[in-house]
């Protein structure tokens, strides 16, 4: 990372005066003793401040013009964000935030407010960033070839990006870039094998999504993801960011499993595995020999019913933390048990707990007085497996269902 940095007699003196504030415990704010400070009330003293930048009132001259996030004002500020009438302004070369709020952060968010700080002091706005090179065998997205990167390249987290990350306001892709990059580093500085982190620079669904206009930029995000696959073909764990346009989510693809992990923090929180998605894009058991992840049929099993109840060929199934599933077969299907006509479409839905599968759809039973009934449930109960299909039900042997048909 280029630009300035603190130098080691700065770094010893912050070090110095961050052990001495915290030697005696009995201590309270700015270095006064509880003792000294006794007309602090209790509510007072375990008070945290938010972290906040430096809001501005009466600024009838800003609010007027209805600016956009990132504009530049006559006086060299750039808007940052708006409540009610209240603005959130970055000026190049002043704090970022309050004291308050800077004493309230960790020692290396106020070590990089510093050297912020020091390497702002006397520039302008455009040339003021953190400059990161990254090794050629680093994986990430060259911009200038359009493909995985065969050479060292830059990038620059500039300060004003630096500032929405103080105040809370947005997460740019140069930090989680900057991020990227630094635990790849520590990766390999551990000897942590078998773990790859990909540049999320092309993971942006704004850029990557189904509209027509944007074919040419999901092919080429699609193309660097086929590399990456195939660079790190024999690592267990790749890992990058996916941006949904108002906020960032975690994917983790397990290669022996052939599962992909999605993690998302604002998915509805049910359950222990809230804000978690599985989704597994094999459905037949993965070659290593001492592979655990579970197929569509052994996920059955985890929920007590026999893998008979899916026929043979389930290509890709989606468990979601709520327990709704959804599972996709190559084309409708047709099976025989003991008399009765199972149809399948080749997508099926529904939702899953212990002992029951409720909200079915995609399943349909033929009977000799209808055509087709939709079957809607199935339980368990001891050697025994309910359909139900409306007010009409059947009861067959759980054995029945002990190995998974083949399609007619």
């Given at each position: 990372?280029?630009?300035?940095?603190?130098?080691?007699?700065?770094?010893?003196?912050?070090?110095?005066?961050?052990?001495?504030k915290?030697?005696?415990?009995?201590?309270?704010?700015?270095?006064?003793?509880?003792?000294?400070?006794?007309?602090?009330?209790?509510?007072?003293?375990?008070?945290?401040?938010?972290?906040?930048?430096?809001?501005?009132?009466?600024?009838?001259?800003?609010?007027?013009?209805?600016?956009?996030?990132?504009?530049?004002?006559?006086?060299?500020?750039?808007?940052?964000?708006?409540?009610?009438?209240?603005?959130?302004?970055?000026y190049?070369?002043?704090?970022?935030?309050?004291?308050?709020?800077?004493?309230a952060?960790?020692?290396?968010?106020?070590?990089?407010?510093?050297?912020?700080?020091?390497?702002?002091?006397?520039?302008?706005?455009?040339?003021?960033?953190?400059n990161?090179?990254?090794?050629?065998?680093?994986?990430?997205?060259?911009?200038?070839?359009?493909?995985?990167?065969?050479?060292?390249?830059?990038?620059?987290?500039?300060?004003?990006?630096?500032?929405?990350?103080?105040n809370?306001?947005?997460?740019?892709?140069?930090?989680?870039?900057?991020?990227?990059?630094?635990?790849?580093?520590?990766?390999?500085?551990?000897?942590?094998?078998?773990?790859?982190?990909?540049?999320?620079?092309?993971?942006?669904?704004?850029?990557?999504?189904?509209?027509?206009?944007?074919?040419a930029?999901?092919?080429?995000?699609?193309?660097?993801?086929?590399?990456?696959?195939?660079?790190?073909?024999?690592?267990?764990?790749?890992?990058?960011?996916?941006?949904?346009?108002?906020?960032?989510?975690?994917?983790?693809?397990?290669?022996?499993?052939?599962?992909?992990?999605?993690?998302?923090?604002?998915?509805?929180?049910?359950?222990?595995?809230?804000?978690?998605v599985?989704?597994?894009?094999?459905?037949?058991?993965?070659?290593?020999?001492?592979?655990t992840?579970?197929?569509?049929?052994?996920?059955?099993?985890?929920?007590?019913?026999?893998?008979?109840?899916?026929?043979?060929?389930?290509?890709?199934?989606?468990?979601?933390?709520?327990?709704?599933?959804?599972?996709?077969?190559?084309?409708d299907?047709?099976?025989?048990?003991?008399?009765?006509?199972?149809?399948?479409?080749?997508?099926?839905?529904g939702?899953?707990?212990?002992?029951?599968?409720?909200?079915?759809?995609?399943?349909?039973?033929?009977?000799?007085?209808?055509?087709?009934?939709?079957?809607?449930?199935?339980?368990?109960?001891?050697?025994?497996?309910?359909?139900?299909?409306?007010?009409?039900?059947?009861?067959?042997?759980?054995?029945?269902?002990?190995?998974?048909?083949?399609?007619?």
């Amino acid at each position: 990372m280029g630009c300035h940095k603190i130098d080691d007699k700065y770094k010893a003196e912050e070090q110095k005066a961050w052990d001495s504030k915290r030697r005696h415990k009995k201590r309270g704010r700015g270095g006064k003793t509880i003792k000294e400070s006794s007309t602090v009330t209790q509510d007072e003293i375990h008070h945290v401040p938010d972290i906040t930048g430096v809001w501005e009132d009466n600024r009838p001259d800003i609010l007027i013009k209805n600016p956009y996030q990132g504009q530049r004002f006559e006086d060299g500020s750039y808007f940052v964000a708006r409540e009610f009438d209240r603005v959130l302004l970055y000026y190049p070369g002043r704090p970022m935030v309050t004291e308050d709020s800077l004493r309230a952060m960790s020692r290396e968010m106020q070590e990089l407010h510093q050297f912020y700080m020091q390497a702002s002091a006397g520039s302008e706005q455009h040339a003021q960033q953190i400059n990161v090179r990254i090794p050629k065998d680093y994986a990430f997205f060259d911009q200038e070839t359009g493909n995985i990167q065969k050479r060292p390249i830059t990038f620059g987290v500039e300060y004003n990006e630096l500032f929405h990350l103080f105040n809370r306001q947005k997460l740019d892709i140069n930090l989680l870039r900057l991020w990227s990059t630094y635990q790849i580093r520590e990766l390999r500085r551990l000897e942590v094998k078998k773990v790859a982190i990909l540049d999320s620079a092309m993971f942006n669904y704004g850029d990557i999504g189904l509209e027509p206009e944007k074919d040419a930029s999901r092919t080429m995000a699609s193309k660097y993801l086929v590399a990456c696959l195939e660079k790190y073909a024999d690592d267990d764990f790749i890992l990058f960011f996916l941006n949904l346009e108002d906020h960032w989510v975690t994917l983790l693809i397990c290669l022996p499993w052939s599962v992909v992990y999605y993690f998302d923090s604002l998915l509805p929180k049910k359950g222990v595995r809230a804000g978690f998605v599985v989704v597994a894009s094999s459905a037949t058991p993965p070659t290593t020999s001492n592979s655990t992840a579970p197929t569509a049929y052994e996920m059955l099993g985890n929920y007590g019913f026999p893998p008979g109840i899916l026929p043979q060929g389930v290509q890709s199934y989606v468990l979601n933390a709520d327990g709704s599933f959804s599972v996709s077969l190559p084309s409708d299907c047709e099976i025989d048990v003991d008399g009765f006509k199972l149809r399948y479409k080749s997508s099926i839905h529904g939702n899953i707990k212990s002992m029951l599968i409720n909200g079915l759809g995609g399943v349909s039973v033929n009977l000799a007085i209808f055509q087709s009934l939709g079957i809607n449930g199935v339980e368990r109960s001891g050697d025994k497996l309910k359909f139900e299909a409306g007010v009409v039900s059947k009861s067959f042997a759980v054995d029945i269902f002990a190995v998974s048909p083949r399609c007619n």
